[in-house]
């Protein structure tokens, strides 16, 4: 359904409640076409987001591990690395 949300399952070390998150935010801007938050739309985004994430976390703490780990990481890992690549290239 939508690229931007990778694998979570049998990351090492595993997902954390922001990549959960994450997860859930890029879902619920998906799946309603919400972009961008207004007064509007901010309480039943945050409702939705909140679900997702609570039921994304049961969903990973209840699957059994994975045999072979994702192909990628997720994006605030990949941004974390870059940031420290670049921090590093700076010293």
Known sequence: MC???TILRGLEPAATEQEIY???QQFVRKVSGVSGLTTATKPAVDKAVEAIAAATTQLLAE???RRVPP???PPLRRIAARDAALDEDAS
């Open 22 to 24: 994450a997860a859930a």
């Open 63 to 65: 699957l059994p591990d």
């Open 71 to 73: 192909q990628s990481e």
């Open 3 to 5: 690229r931007n949300i």
